[in-house]
């Protein structure tokens, strides 16, 4: 029998990980499979262990793990898997699938597009875009979001989205705002690309306040559970299915 394992990152916040739990519990109404279980990388229950126990003790044969996370980095590629294959050994006879996260997908240049719109402030010909992820010592991670700014560029045809990254990444936020500031672009659109910001929206705001110049910063939503994503979530578990 087959199970679906969806595997998050966690939060130290309890109102990031209602909200992922809540998140999935909306994308497993959407999917066929008898048996689907969530958890937790870290920072919060049930870890992936508990949650693979739970897919056996309900009849699982094969489980098809799916890490839920929105760029590649070491965890999609190392920590997730690892620990996976931990388990694995103690349940032999179980076959073991694993997929892969969101990635880059035209889905989420659609719902970038529309957390610009959603701040009321119209795209002009000396406006730019800047793409703030969490940042990774994974050069896969900016590998992702850099091919997503270039996607977004295409679409909405400003000269310049950059992107940069609260912590580990090239450069950093504070960096980003600067070249920004150096563009001669007169507004900047400042996307949070993240699921779940806790306190960092307010620090984020807090930082670009500081900016004494004169282009318009304009901070728009993180990414959030968007239902875009619970779409691509569903094509993920589509491909994990299919082998």
Known sequence: MDAILYIMH???VSK???QAAAFINRCMQSVEVPIQEYCFLELADPNIEAAFQRCIERGATRIHALPVLLLTAAHAK???PTELSRI???FPEVEL???RPVGVDSNMVDILVEKIQATGEALTADSMVLLVGRGSSDPDVKRDLVQIAELL???IGVVRVNDCYLTASFPSFEEGLQTAKESGMKKVFVIPYL???GILMKNMEKTIKKLDAENKYVLCDYIGYHPLIEKVLKERVNEILEG
């Open 153 to 155: 560029k295409q679409r």
């Open 97 to 99: 699938r694993y997929g």
């Open 88 to 90: 694995h050994k103690y």
């Open 195 to 197: 699921l779940f910001t």
């Open 10 to 12: 966690g939060s130290r």
């Open 16 to 18: 990031g990980v209602e």
């Open 78 to 80: 190392e920590d997730i």
